[in-house]
């Protein structure tokens, strides 16, 4: 029986190209949909979980291009870290991190996402980095896309929903291949494959068009990343036959309301739709057999190519990974009370802590997560992300008195160990936003996730310099002790 973790689990912390890096029109970089997401700072809170915040629309688009919109563009400044990452690495040296979880901008690679050539400046600011990771004895876990393409991708061939993105993903997965095949150390060909569905602009750069069925839009679109993320593995196989790749996705743990059936099969249902249909089709390597009557009740028809199912098949991941934010109800009444979740609106449980921004805490649920992944793949797990977002304040000495955030770490890390004593065969996790950064689903500063602080506010004011909160020493005391003394 394990009785903890094991003594080479990967301790981490996870970030996003989008929302750390900044240098948005830097290093040859070209525009991407991030850098098109706009917010007022003055926005309130209430109102950033609004439909027309989180979604794009082309008039907006269009004036983010032509930068005549109103708003501020968060994501082109980040938390600076094109022109910090070497002191960002050290803070993750001295904190004795063992695997850095970044992810790489395709626009910064390919600057339209189909041009000829990759943009040399590109590709070595992102070897710079890695090698830095290195040096510090830090292994690299590579988001090969999270969430933003090229603007122009989006604009010439419609994104996701035209499937010639496939082959224009294939042989950026290439180029990476090449330049960082000897760098990176875990491969994750796209962050949370289900965000689409929940999140289209920001998940996966879709549009909403008035009269479309948009459900069938979406499908199609994540048909096409399945593929592409298929392809990818299996290439990335070929070409480094020791290399190891994930899957991923916001996982959604979900409780039924009451023990009525009914309750009971909206779980199952939830459960399903919203989780198990993406991690069946990328680590079992088919569509399963319950999403015909959905699609069919949603007048979803996906269009494929005979050769489609093979390469799904050909292309299974070597582990699981995903992140976990918070757990919700599933129920048949319509009146449940609801409250926010990442990337979801969810029904809220009376049992459970909510934090400030209406994520309700869960760390029993992580443990059960962890147990039924590995229950129904028994493939190697990975918590890619999972942190607490909190306003938190900068004291006059440059501290920071995060509690609130050491206590949700405890919690969870303490739930993933008796996961691992279950037996379940979790490798690793990364706290998620190891250092500040813009909040993807609000577009503001102010949530924070981070154990490193960055003096910035929702409006890029700030001298953008880096502080350790309490919850950094604790992290570090945690990795040292490999997660015996939470
Ligand atoms: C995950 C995303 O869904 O949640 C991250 O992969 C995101 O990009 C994180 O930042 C937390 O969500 P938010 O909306 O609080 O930034």
Same mark, same amino acid.
């Given at each position: 029986?394990?009785?903890?973790?094991?003594?080479?689990?990967?301790?981490?912390?996870?970030?996003?190209?989008?929302?750390?890096?900044?240098?948005?029109?830097?290093?040859?970089?070209?525009?991407?949909?991030?850098?098109?997401?706009?917010?007022?700072?003055?926005?309130?809170? &209430?109102?950033?979980?609004?439909?027309?915040?989180?979604?794009?629309?082309?008039?907006?688009?269009?004036?983010?291009?032509?930068?005549?919109?109103?708003?501020?563009?968060?994501?082109?400044?980040?938390?600076?870290?094109?022109?910090?990452? %070497?002191?960002?690495?050290?803070?993750?040296?001295?904190?004795?991190?063992?695997?850095?979880?970044?992810?790489?901008?395709?626009?910064?690679?390919?600057?339209?996402?189909?041009?000829?050539?990759?943009?040399?400046?590109?590709? &070595? +600011?992102?070897?710079?980095?890695?090698?830095?990771?290195?040096?510090?004895?830090?292994?690299?876990?590579?988001?090969?896309?999270?969430?933003?393409?090229?603007?122009?991708?989006?604009?010439?061939?419609?994104?996701?929903?035209?499937?010639k993105m496939v082959d224009l993903y294939v042989r950026y997965a290439?180029?990476?291949?090449?330049?960082?095949?000897?760098?990176?150390?875990?491969?994750?060909?796209?962050?949370?494959?289900?965000?689409?569905?929940?999140?289209?602009?920001?998940?996966? &750069?879709?549009?909403?068009?008035?009269?479309?069925?948009?459900?069938?839009?979406?499908?199609?679109?994540?048909?096409?990343?399945?593929?592409?993320?298929?392809? &990818?593995?299996?290439?990335?196989? %070929?070409?480094?036959?020791?290399?190891?790749?994930? !899957?991923?996705?916001?996982?959604?743990?979900?409780?039924?309301?009451?023990?009525?059936?009914?309750?009971?099969?909206?779980?199952?249902?939830?459960?399903?739709?919203?989780?198990?249909?993406?991690?069946?089709?990328?680590?079992?390597?088919?569509?399963?057999?319950?999403?015909?009557?959905?699609?069919?009740?949603?007048?979803?028809?996906?269009?494929?190519?005979?050769?489609?199912?093979?390469?799904?098949?050909?292309?299974?991941?070597?582990?699981?990974?995903?992140?976990?934010?918070?757990?919700?109800?599933?129920?048949?009444?319509?009146?449940?009370?609801?409250?926010?979740?990442? $990337?979801?609106v969810a029904s809220k449980n009376p049992y459970l802590p909510t934090?400030?921004?209406?994520?309700?805490?869960?760390?029993?649920?992580?443990?059960?997560? $962890?147990?039924?992944?590995?229950?129904? +793949?028994?493939?190697?797990?990975?918590?890619?992300?999972?942190?607490?977002?909190?306003?938190?304040?900068?004291? %006059?000495?440059?501290?920071?008195?995060?509690? +609130?955030?050491?206590?949700?770490?405890?919690?969870?890390?303490?739930?993933?160990?008796?996961?691992?004593?279950?037996?379940?065969? $979790?490798?690793?996790?990364?706290?998620?936003?190891?250092?500040?950064?813009?909040?993807?689903?609000?577009?503001?500063?102010?949530?924070?996730?981070?154990?490193?602080?960055?003096?910035?506010?929702?409006?890029?004011?700030?001298?953008?310099?880096?502080?350790?909160?309490?919850?950094?020493?604790?992290?570090?005391? !945690?990795?040292?002790?490999?997660? %015996?003394?939470?």
């Amino acid at each position: 029986m394990n009785t903890g973790f094991p003594a080479d689990f990967m301790w981490g912390g996870a970030t996003a190209a989008t929302q750390v890096e900044g240098g948005w029109n830097e290093g040859g970089k070209g525009l991407d949909t991030g850098d098109c997401r706009s917010a007022d700072p003055a926005t309130p809170r &209430a109102q950033r979980r609004e439909r027309p915040f989180k979604e794009m629309t082309t008039e907006r688009m269009k004036a983010a291009i032509a930068c005549e919109d109103t708003g501020i563009y968060p994501f082109r400044w980040g938390s600076d870290q094109y022109h910090r990452w %070497e002191e960002d690495l050290d803070l993750f040296a001295e904190m004795s991190m063992k695997v850095y979880r970044m992810s790489v901008s395709w626009a910064r690679i390919f600057p339209n996402g189909d041009d000829a050539e990759p943009n040399a400046e590109g590709l &070595a +600011y992102y070897r710079k980095v890695m090698e830095g990771c290195k040096k510090r004895g830090i292994k690299v876990f590579l988001t090969m896309l999270h969430y933003s393409i090229p603007v122009h991708l989006l604009e010439e061939y419609g994104g996701w929903t035209n499937r010639k993105m496939v082959d224009l993903y294939v042989r950026y997965a290439k180029t990476l291949y090449e330049n960082f095949g000897d760098l990176v150390d875990y491969w994750l060909p796209f962050n949370e494959m289900n965000a689409g569905r929940f999140a289209p602009f920001s998940g996966a &750069a879709l549009i909403r068009h008035e009269g479309e069925n948009f459900d069938q839009v979406v499908h199609q679109a994540l048909h096409h990343e399945f593929l592409a993320s298929a392809l &990818a593995i299996k290439l990335g196989h %070929e070409m480094m036959p020791d290399s190891k790749f994930g !899957c991923m996705i916001a996982r959604f743990c979900h409780y039924a309301g009451t023990c009525s059936p009914e309750d009971q099969l909206q779980r199952q249902h939830d459960e399903q739709y919203t989780n198990w249909f993406y991690t069946d089709v990328m680590a079992r390597g088919a569509y399963p057999s319950y999403m015909d009557r959905y699609f069919a009740l949603k007048g979803i028809e996906i269009a494929k190519d005979p050769d489609d199912d093979k390469i799904l098949r050909e292309g299974t991941a070597d582990f699981i990974s995903f992140s976990y934010y918070f757990t919700q109800v599933s129920t048949v009444n319509t009146a449940w009370e609801k409250t926010d979740g990442n $990337l979801v609106v969810a029904s809220k449980n009376p049992y459970l802590p909510t934090s400030e921004w209406g994520w309700q805490e869960d760390p029993t649920g992580l443990r059960i997560t $962890l147990n039924q992944l590995y229950d129904r +793949y028994q493939k190697p797990l990975f918590v890619s992300e999972f942190g607490l977002g909190a306003t938190d304040v900068l004291e %006059e000495d440059g501290a920071v008195h995060d509690e +609130y955030r050491i206590a949700y770490l405890r919690n969870h890390i303490a739930a993933m160990r008796e996961a691992v004593i279950d037996g379940v065969d $979790l490798f690793g996790c990364t706290i998620w936003g190891i250092i500040d950064l813009v909040s993807n689903g609000t577009i503001e500063m102010t949530k924070r996730y981070g154990v490193i602080y960055v003096d910035a506010d929702d409006a890029g004011e700030g001298t953008f310099d880096r502080y350790k909160k309490d919850s950094f020493y604790w992290y570090k005391h !945690c990795i040292e002790t490999n997660g %015996e003394v939470l």
